[in-house]
């Protein structure tokens, strides 16, 4: 079973459309991150949140802790939105292994004009 | 520019050919890391740097070698590469371990 698991694996919306990702995991977590990844193949940094909301344009990240669970939204959708949305975690220190990031295997997102 | 820099963003080469693929970050950041994605697999670590001298092994270290000899950059090395290892490779830098990171443009390697 994948640690991080994201849905839906494709997305296809209407311009104008509000898009909610989700991403759900099983490791004790010390920070979550959203990541944005273009057909160019370069990632951006979205959020990275450990608790609450975050909200940058039209584009809002939530993280329920307890439930082990985060949803990016993203309002207004637009074509170029359009990308994949990839969620990651820093899974807290145990075993030793101080490896930062365990991912998701991503959403890929079309919006449609 | 804050930015992590790769090099070079497309490699073709040919079994065995040892290669170096290199990562710089202008951001002082201690921790660095390499990471591969495949797909239907996503990204997997591959080695990440705590800080100079100190590096150690993500998820899928077979084949490849790392060394963090100054702050800024932390090459990835395949001594003998194979067909295996073809792959887009990302290195990333953060301040610390938990802190947001930052991405190199990545690298399209083809062994053949």
């Known amino acids: 079973k994948n640690e991080v698991e994201q849905s839906p694996q494709n997305l296809t919306a209407q311009e104008g459309e509000f898009i909610t990702i989700n991403c759900s995991y099983s490791?004790?977590?010390?920070?979550l991150h959203w990541l944005q990844q273009h057909p160019g193949g370069g990632i951006v940094s979205l959020f990275m949140?450990?608790?609450g909301k975050k909200k940058h344009g039209r584009l809002i990240a939530t993280i329920n802790i307890q439930e082990k669970h985060s949803s990016l939204h993203i309002t207004a959708s637009h074509p170029r939105d359009s990308a994949v949305y990839i969620c990651?975690?820093?899974?807290?220190?145990?075993?030793?292994?101080?490896?930062?990031?365990?991912f998701g295997k991503g959403t890929k997102l079309s919006v449609k004009p | 520019e804050a930015q992590v820099t790769q090099n070079p963003r497309y490699l073709i080469t040919v079994t065995g050919k040892k290669l170096t693929v290199t990562c710089s970050q202008n951001m002082n950041h201690e921790y660095m890391s390499w990471y591969r994605q495949d797909p239907g697999l996503g990204l997997r670590q591959i080695y990440y740097s705590m800080n100079v001298e100190v590096t150690d092994k993500g998820d899928v270290p077979e084949g490849y070698k790392v060394s963090r000899k100054e702050k800024r950059n932390f090459p990835l090395i395949l001594e003998s590469p194979s067909p295996n290892q073809t792959s887009l490779y990302f290195c990333a830098s953060s301040l610390y371990r938990d802190t947001e990171a930052f991405f190199g443009q990545g690298t399209r390697l083809t062994v053949v």
């Open positions: 490791v004790g977590i010390s920070a």
């Open positions: 949140l450990s608790s």
């Open positions: 990651a975690v820093t899974p807290g220190l145990y075993g030793g292994s101080q490896g930062n990031l365990i």
